[in-house]
């Protein structure tokens, strides 16, 4: 028990391919995570909810709760409820000794196309001409 609690406590950030989130759980774990996250979409903007860089956590609590935060690309998002109700299933199947499943939508740091990956920019590339972080880079400037 006393190394299952030191590993609880270890949260570290995932982030090789630009999406960044904090968590406990082992690597063969978060691997299949990001599998399954990528089968999950925003309708709007139909890339997945991993590429557009939306999950900032998913750990597993010591009473055996797995919490996953995550934003949204708009605050007034009319699909907020189903989408982390996705994510939450998606979740759940790769940690099946989690007693209970708690997604929360966290709009503090709010979402900016800076945190897709470079998977996430160059669909949204495909699906709409132009590149949405060079964009919004420049709008900063401006600003």
């Known amino acids: 028990m006393g190394n299952r609690l030191k590993r609880l406590k270890r949260l570290y950030a995932v982030g090789s391919d630009g999406v960044v989130f904090k968590t406990n759980l082992p690597p063969d774990k978060v691997k299949k995570l990001v599998e399954l996250l990528r089968g999950v979409y925003d309708p709007e903007i139909p890339i997945n909810v991993y590429d ?41 199947s790769v940690v099946p000794e989690a007693k209970d ?35 919004y880079l420049q709008q900063q400037q401006v600003q």
């Open 52 to 92: 557009l860089g939306l999950i900032r956590e998913i750990t597993l609590n010591e009473d055996g709760t797995l919490k996953v935060v995550m934003t949204l690309t708009a605050v007034g998002c009319p699909v907020s409820a189903s989408l982390a109700n996705e994510v939450g299933l998606a979740v759940q």
């Open 101 to 135: 499943v708690e997604v929360d939508v966290d709009f503090e740091r709010p979402w900016d196309p800076t945190q897709m990956t470079k998977e996430g920019r160059e669909m949204f590339k495909a699906i709409y001409g132009y590149d949405i972080v060079e964009q």
